[in-house]
């Protein structure tokens, strides 16, 4: 009888029940990531029955067989616990001193030297002058290469995440942006200033969009849209004359170029493209309202920009857009009734029209703004 239990083969070993260590590690590991909320583990964690009442403070590990054949324990396994996703109170009182003193050092800088330079103006030469401007630009260049890491770092920051640093490095990057066509206008002779200046702001611009391309911020994008604006003006300036009508035509087609740029995705910062060159397009197409015979043209410029933001608004469907369209179409009308009728009509019919487009332009927003998926939902 002895010798047929002990000629018995060994206990089969259990397979391993399916623990919720593993489980809980993976959902801490989503939220550590950002892929699930706390909300969403915890809601997994019920749906799995592995919530922390059926964990415990200690989790054993399965049981399994030893080389015996006799059932063996495993060591306790204490369960990671998942973050709550709610910050601690030092983070969320952590202010980013790094990033704004990054700021405060190129505003500093870039506001020094033009004290050093407004004081000391007369009393320098065209080489000194040149060099000092020359100087700035560089240091400042410098400053946001080494403050993205150096060359490389600079030349693999688009396929980074932002981070403060990045961001300090573009500031220092469009402030050195706007010292280099400081200091090329500076260079050039003064006997042509429109000319000077449309060159300078033309080297200035091209060395804010190199910046952007590298590194893709905020920073960059608006220093690129402001220099582009002042090369514009500065070439009209210089070939044409600066009259309101033209200045107007050129801010207005500008506008429009960053618009586009936006839509099609060509600019990192959608939203700010969007705002940025509808707001040049809108100014340019007011300013014909000043000079004398062209105020038709500014109403013109208007309306087209406005229904081409409420056009563009069906494929993008980006609120700004519907913003530019309803004010464009509520500026333009009650600027071409008073007009037309030589300013008879009085401020309250104005007003009272200026009223009645805006609702009408509002309910056609909301009209273009609806989804399309909730014409095919079930009447009650």
Not at 5 to 10: C, N, S, V
Not at 38 to 50: D, G, I, N, S, Y
Not at 144 to 167: I, K, P, Y
Request: proline share 7%; hydrophobic share 50%; glycine share 12%.
């Amino acid at each position: 009888m002895t010798k047929a239990i002990y000629a018995a083969p060994p206990w089969p070993a259990m397979p391993p029940r399916s623990a919720g260590v593993p489980r809980h590690e993976a959902l801490r590991r989503l939220v550590a990531e950002g892929v699930l909320s706390a909300r969403q583990a915890q809601a997994v964690q019920e749906a799995l029955r592995l919530g922390p009442e059926q964990l415990g403070p200690e989790q054993t590990a399965p049981t399994t067989s030893n080389g015996t054949g006799m059932p063996t324990q495993s060591a306790t396994v204490h369960p990671a616990p998942i973050p709550s996703g709610e910050p601690a109170a030092s983070a969320v009182r952590r202010v980013p001193w790094a990033e704004i003193v990054g700021y405060l050092g190129g505003t500093l800088l870039l506001t020094g030297t033009i004290m050093l330079v407004a004081t000391s103006w007369d009393d320098m030469t065209g080489l000194v002058r040149t060099a000092l401007a020359s100087v700035f630009a560089v240091l400042l260049l410098v400053a946001g290469t080494m403050a993205a890491g150096g060359v490389s770092g600079l030349a693999g920051a688009r396929q980074r995440a932002q981070t403060a640093r990045l961001r300090v490095a573009s500031a220092l990057l469009a402030l050195g942006a706007v010292a280099t066509a400081f200091a090329v206008a500076v260079a050039l002779p003064e006997d042509t200033q429109s000319r000077s200046i449309a060159i300078a702001s033309g080297f200035g611009l091209l060395v804010a969009i190199v910046g952007y391309m590298l590194l893709p911020t905020g920073f960059g994008l608006i220093s690129s849209v402001a220099l582009g604006l002042y090369a514009v003006t500065s070439t009209v300036d210089a070939t044409l004359g600066a009259t309101p009508f033209i200045v107007g035509l050129a801010w207005w087609g500008f506008g429009i170029a960053v618009t586009g740029m936006a839509v099609a995705g060509m600019l990192r910062q959608q939203r700010l493209g969007l705002g940025l060159g509808t707001v040049v397009a809108m100014v340019g197409a007011q300013l014909p309202l000043g000079d004398d015979g062209a105020a038709p043209w500014a109403y013109l410029l208007t309306v087209a920009l406005a229904l081409g933001c409420l056009a563009l608004h069906r494929q993008v469907r980006n609120p700004l857009l519907l913003v530019a369209g309803v004010v464009g179409v509520t500026l333009a009308v009650p600027e071409a009734i008073w007009d037309i009728t030589d300013g008879t009509v009085g401020a309250a019919a104005i007003l009272l029209v200026a009223g009645i487009v805006l609702l009408a332009a509002s309910g056609l927003g909301f009209r273009m703004h609806r989804h399309p998926d909730s014409e095919s939902l079930p009447k009650p």
